[in-house]
Nanobody, 122 residues
Framework: VQLVESGGGLVQPGGSLRLSCAVS????????IGWLRQTPGKEREGVAC????????LYAESVQGRFTISSNVARTPVYLQMNSLKPDDTAVYYC????????????????WGKGTLVTVSD
């Protein structure tokens, strides 16, 4: 399974970015894709997850109402629309593949992308 993130960059507080996760190299029907983030000195934090077979999203409380995870009929890429960005959202964002239909932020990820850096700053 290959996952390639894109769309990171520098944005001012209050701005928006859309991250993409291109997924390939598998034949699973039931799977989920998650977005997680990490900054130096902090633990990895789950942000959003989408069960592609059930089309049910899961969000961290810290991003609820600001971030939206979605995909299309082709199931790739998986997007993370980030609005009302805050400096605390600065991190490397990773997408992760779950080889099952359910989402969790603490465990269950089988494959990872290399990440894309999001910087929220003036």
């Amino acid at each position: 399974v290959q996952l390639v993130e894109s769309g990171g960059g520098l944005v001012q507080p209050g701005g928006s970015l859309r991250l993409s996760c291109a997924v390939s190299g598998f034949t699973f029907e039931d799977y989920a894709i998650g977005w997680l983030r990490q900054t130096p000195g902090k633990e990895r934090e789950g942000v959003a997850c989408l069960s592609l077979s059930e089309n049910t999203p899961l969000y961290a409380e810290s991003v609820q109402g600001r971030f939206t995870i979605s995909s299309n009929v082709a199931r790739t890429p998986v997007y993370l629309q980030m609005n009302s960005l805050k400096p605390d959202d600065t991190a490397v964002y990773y997408c992760a593949f779950y080889s099952h239909r359910w989402c969790a932020f603490e465990y269950g990820m089988d494959f990872w992308g290399k990440g894309t850096l999001v910087t929220v700053s003036d």
